[in-house]
C-alpha cells in the first residue's frame, strides 16, 4: 500500500492508531517498534495530539534501532522519541525498552536487547535514508546477511557512525510494518525500493518491501505507478 497525502504526518498516526486497534482486538497487548530519524517527529507528535485514541496501557514499545549515544544526547532516538511522544503520554516507563546505545560494550547491548524483544513484533516502524538503508542496516554492510542474531552492533557512513539495529529476520518476523518517507530526498531511493529489481543487499529498505509504504507526495515523486 503506498499511501501520500498532503496531510502526511496525519495519514502516518492514523496508521499506526488503526494497527494498535487491529492488534488489540485480537491480543491483549500490542508491541511497537519505533524508527528514528527527523521524519517520524511530526507523526510522533501528532500520535501525542491524538493520545487519547490509543490505550497505551496495553503497549510495549521498543526501537528498530539507536545511535551509541547517552539516552539525553541530541542524537539519541530515544530522547527523540521521549521529546516528541513518550513523555506526553500515559504509557508505562517499565514498558518502554531502550537500547542502551550509553555502553561502551555494544555487543553487550546488543545481546540485552536481543533478550527483550518478543520473538516477533506487533508493529515495526521504518525510516529510509536517501541511501536505501533502513534501521541501521546500511548498503553493503555485513549486518545484512545476519540470521541469527536479532539485534547487532553496525557502523552508520553519517555520523553518529557507532549503531545499534535490528537484523533482516526482526523486520521478517514483525506482524505490520510501516515504511515512512518524507521528502524529495528520498524519491530515488523509494522508487528503487519499489520498482527496482531485489536486491536488500544493495538497497536494504527492501527487506520491508511487504510492508505498508507511507510516503508523502515528494517522496512518492519518481513513481512510476502511485497506487491509490
Ligand atoms: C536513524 C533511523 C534511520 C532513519 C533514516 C531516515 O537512527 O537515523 O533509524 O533508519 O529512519 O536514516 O532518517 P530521516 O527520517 O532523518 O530522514
Known amino acids: 500500500m503506498v499511501r501520500h497525502a498532503s496531510a502526511f504526518a496525519e495519514a502516518a498516526a492514523a496508521w499506526i492508531v488503526d494497527a494498535i486497534a487491529a492488534v488489540l482486538a485480537r491480543r ?3 508491541s511497537v517498534a519505533l524508527t528514528g530519524g527527523n521524519t517520524p517527529r511530526a507523526i510522533y507528535q501528532r500520535l501525542a495530539d491524538r493520545h487519547v485514541d490509543v490505550p497505551w496501557g496495553l503497549l510495549d514499545i521498543y526501537f528498530g534501532d539507536e545511535r551509541r549515544v547517552p539516552p539525553d544526547d541530541p542524537e539519541s532516538n530515544y530522547r527523540m522519541a521521549v521529546e516528541t511522544l513518550l513523555g506526553s503520554v500515559p504509557v508505562e516507563p517499565a514498558r518502554v525498552h531502550r537500547m542502551q546505545g550509553e555502553l561502551e ?11 527483550e524483544l518478543p520473538p516477533a ?7 529510509v535514508g536517501a541511501d536505501g538503508h533502513t534501521a ?7 549486518q545484512l546477511r545476519e540470521r541469527e542474531r536479532h539485534v ?6 553519517l555520523p553518529p557512525t557507532g ?3 535490528i537484523t533482516p529476520p526482526v523486520i521478517a518476523a514483525a506482524r505490520r510494518v510501516a515504511v515512512i518517507a518524507a521528502g524529495g530526498s528520498k524519491a530515488q531511493a523509494v522508487a ?5 529489481s531485489f536486491d536488500p543487499y544493495t538497497l536494504p529498505a527492501q527487506f520491508a518491501l ?4 507511507l510516503l508523502d507526495d515528494a517522496a512518492a515523486s519518481l513513481l512510476r505507478v502511485v497506487p491509490a
Not at 121 to 127: A, R
Not at 136 to 141: D, E, I, K, M, V
Not at 152 to 157: M, R
Open 136 to 142: 541501521s542496516l546500511f548498503p553493503g554492510a555485513p
Open 163 to 165: 549503531r545499534l539495529t
Open 28 to 30: 491483549d497487548r500490542c
Open 121 to 127: 513484533l506487533d508493529i515495526l516502524l521504518l525510516g
Open 152 to 157: 547487532v552492533v553496525s557502523v552508520s557512513p
Open 105 to 115: 560494550d555494544g555487543a553487550l547491548a546488543a545481546l540485552e536487547y536481543e533478550r
Open 210 to 213: 511487504r510492508g505498508s509504504w
Open 192 to 196: 528503487r525500493a519499489l520498482e527496482g
